[in-house]
């Protein structure tokens, strides 16, 4: 006998019935699973068996399914992390699956009670469930609650995020609960660790600009001394000799201070605390600005310069001038830096006009070293030149095209730049400018325009811990005729605006003893309208991004930065005082000295004591000149019969270190008659061709005296 059918008889001979669940084959040869029960029968006669299947292939494969389910359900919670629960709320008894034993580091059982769970919960964070569970309502029967617990063997932190309902009886008491709870240990502990790490950054970052306020108070407060007393002694009638010295002294004060002030730009760029204006300008004006002190670099270096500007640009755009400016400036500064000869170009082009704005392509060209292909991309990063002799032969920093990149990127701008070695290169770019006008923008240049009185008799006090700024300040109050007084900190200052009544208060930000937003909050604290309203202005060299704002909420009426002209100082002040009119008539920027026409005339010996017998730099000199005389006949017939006041004004001031370097008259005289006539009410079209006629001859005349001069010195070196 087989032994599966020995197995069988024994049983049947024991129990009298044996019941098995097997695949069995029908007798068409259809293999099944079948139920199979066999019961042993005894008669008189004989023994014999009595048999039944039922056939169970759909419970069968409906059983294998459940079973599958089973395991991919605990495999998926185990990858997951997340185990279900079910607790009796009145016995707290329950169940849980196999994954949150797991989870709490306990042995499996069929029952478990609630609270074997909840003794490993911070004992805070009890209360936190607690709460959760007691906060569901019959309408209202789910919750979520993140808790810490701690595992029962290593006694390892555990993080929990539970998802729960509630069942309620008729009566509405809660009596059962069921869920989910994820181990999100790992979450949190990253997240533990980036909130470190974001702490430890933004201390990083705090500390970063502490050291360039530092730096920028330390760096430009020195510089402000330099610019202001180069001012002040350039306006004090110095030799011809002294004045170039002075000029280059003013330009490299300046080169100093425009290094200054990229790397704090960039700086505030990065923290996305840049702010754009939107206010009415002249493009054709701001390219003039911007060009004019560069066409004089052009001019030494010999190179072709020009600049045009599509008449279909509408005469007034809106926008950020400034911002607008400086990439300009960055781009066609560059083009003269690294063009040896040649030319630089700039265009401006109406590239799509709408109702309500206006998209501008702008172009800077050269013909200079250009970029190697591999360089491109490169140029735009931060302390980046396209060679490694560059910053050694050209100078400069490497920040201006980073600046220049991310200036535009903030006004959804791209720069493209297209380049061969050898043979120049091109900048191109495409901003939208609003058609709708803004109000203008109050600067020095228009205050001045608007014939704003003087400050005479004003009292004002500063306070500022640096004596060479208060001997700069000192000067240049002088000559506004205004009563100033100084102290050296917040608590003197303090105390002195308790003893005597001041029009105004200059506050320095850094200082010892007490800083200048203390020393604003305690003066506007004190009893009295007149602390209340007494005008404060803040004047620091930190360039921190969120200073003005500080100084705002401090209490102070207005924020100027360190080093300033004092256009822009007299600015913020008469924006700031109470009582300031305008006189019935403009006051000139410049003294009509002259009334009739002075011959045009120069001293040629300071060029040639200039270049000590130089042949070549003597011939350099003398074109540079001779291209300036061309040029300001250009510029001072747009700028006059355009009636622009403020560009003529921009030339007089441009022209007088090189004029008074050679000596030169009659072109100055001309051009502040001009100036005269435009301050009329309605100059005559006639008037103004005359004077532009008249400086026309003089320069002319000029360029032949030179021509002639040249002759001997291109004989001999020949």
């Not at 705090?206 to 350039?234: C, D």
């Not at 700086?267 to 390219?287: H, M, P, R």
Request: charge should be negative; proline fraction near 4%; include cysteine.
């Amino acid at each position: 006998m087989p032994r599966e059918n020995q197995a069988l008889y024994q049983s049947l001979q024991k129990l009298g019935t044996w019941v098995d669940e097997r695949e069995l084959v029908s007798l068409k040869g259809r293999s099944f699973w079948g139920d199979l029960g066999i019961t042993l029968l005894h008669t008189q006669e004989r023994t014999f068996y009595l048999a039944r299947i039922t056939d169970i292939t759909g419970k069968r494969a409906a059983k294998e399914r459940l079973q599958k389910s089973e395991l991919a359900l605990r495999e998926a919670q185990r990858m997951a992390h997340v185990g279900n629960y079910e607790f009796d709320l009145e016995t707290s008894k329950g169940v849980v699956s196999e994954e949150v034993f797991r989870i709490f580091e306990l042995p499996e059982a069929p029952e478990v009670l609630l609270s074997q769970f909840m003794d490993r919960l911070e004992p805070g964070h009890k209360e936190l469930l607690k709460e959760a569970i007691r906060s569901t309502t019959p309408d209202r029967h789910h919750f979520q609650v993140e808790y810490q617990a701690w595992r029962t063997d290593s006694g390892a932190p555990l993080y929990l995020q539970s998802y729960g309902k509630v069942f309620f009886n008729k009566q509405g008491k809660p009596v059962r609960v069921v869920g989910t709870t994820q181990d999100v240990t790992e979450r949190k502990l990253r997240e533990i660790e980036l909130i470190k790490a974001k702490g430890l950054a933004e201390q990083a970052s705090v500390a970063k600009e502490q050291f360039l306020s530092t730096m920028s108070h330390e760096i430009r407060t020195p510089i402000n001394a330099i610019l202001g007393l180069s001012h002040y002694l350039q306006e004090d009638n110095p030799r011809p000799d002294q004045a170039e010295n002075l000029r280059v002294l003013h330009i490299a004060a300046e080169n100093l201070l425009s290094l200054i002030n990229d790397i704090l730009d960039l700086n505030k760029i990065e923290a996305g605390k840049i702010i754009f204006e939107e206010i009415e300008f002249s493009l054709t004006e701001l390219l003039d600005r911007i060009v004019q002190p560069l066409h004089y670099l052009a001019c030494e270096k010999s190179l072709s310069f020009s600049h045009h500007i599509d008449p279909q640009i509408p005469a007034t755009l809106a926008g950020d001038p400034v911002r607008l400016g400086q990439v300009l400036n960055n781009l066609i500064s560059n083009a003269i830096k690294f063009t040896e000869e040649g030319r630089v170009n700039i265009e401006a082009s109406l590239n799509r006009a709408e109702a309500d704005f206006v998209e501008v392509n702008f172009l800077v060209e050269d013909s200079g070293i250009g970029i190697p292909e591999n360089k491109l991309e490169t140029i735009f990063d931060s302390f980046t030149q396209a060679s490694s002799d560059t910053t050694r032969k050209y100078g400069g920093t490497g920040l201006g095209l980073t600046i220049t990149r991310r200036l535009l990127e903030i006004q959804n701008s791209i720069i493209y730049v297209t380049s061969r070695e050898g043979t120049g290169s091109k900048f191109s770019f495409t901003l939208r400018f609003s058609k709708n006008t803004a109000a203008p923008k109050i600067t020095a240049n228009t205050l001045a325009d608007a014939g704003i009185q003087p400050l005479r008799g004003r009292k004002v006090l500063m306070v500022e811990d640096n004596d060479i700024n208060r001997l700069v300040a000192s000067r240049i109050f002088g000559q506004w005729e205004i009563d100033l007084e100084s102290v050296t900190n917040g608590e003197e200052a303090i105390t002195k605006v308790q003893q005597t009544q001041y029009d105004l208060v200059l506050m320095d930000l850094q200082m010892p003893v007490m800083d200048g937003f203390e020393a604003a909050r305690r003066i506007r604290r004190l009893n009295g309208n007149y602390f209340r309203k007494l005008p404060i202005i803040a004047i620091t060299a930190s360039m921190l991004t969120d200073m003005e704002e500080k100084a705002k909420r401090s209490g102070m009426n207005g924020y100027i930065t360190k080093p300033f002209q004092p256009d822009d100082l007299y600015a913020a002040m008469v924006q700031v005082l109470p009582g300031i009119t305008a006189p019935a008539a403009a006051q000139p920027l410049l003294t009509d000295t002259t009334t009739e026409p002075t011959p045009a005339r120069l001293n040629y010996r300071k060029i040639v004591g200039l270049t000590s017998g130089n042949e070549e730099f003597q011939q350099l000199l003398t074109r540079s000149y001779m291209r300036l005389f061309e040029q300001l006949r250009t510029d001072y017939r747009r700028a006059l019969l355009h009636r622009n006041t403020e560009q003529v004004k921009f030339i007089a001031n441009y022209i007088d270190p090189p004029f008074t370097f050679l000596e030169v008259t009659g072109l100055k005289e001309e051009i502040l008659r001009g100036l005269t006539l435009l301050q009329k009410r309605n100059p005559s079209e006639q008037a103004l061709r005359q004077s532009v006629d008249r400086l026309n001859q003089g320069c002319s005349a000029l360029i032949a005296e030179l021509e002639e001069k040249m002759q001997p010195v291109t004989g001999m070196a020949g």
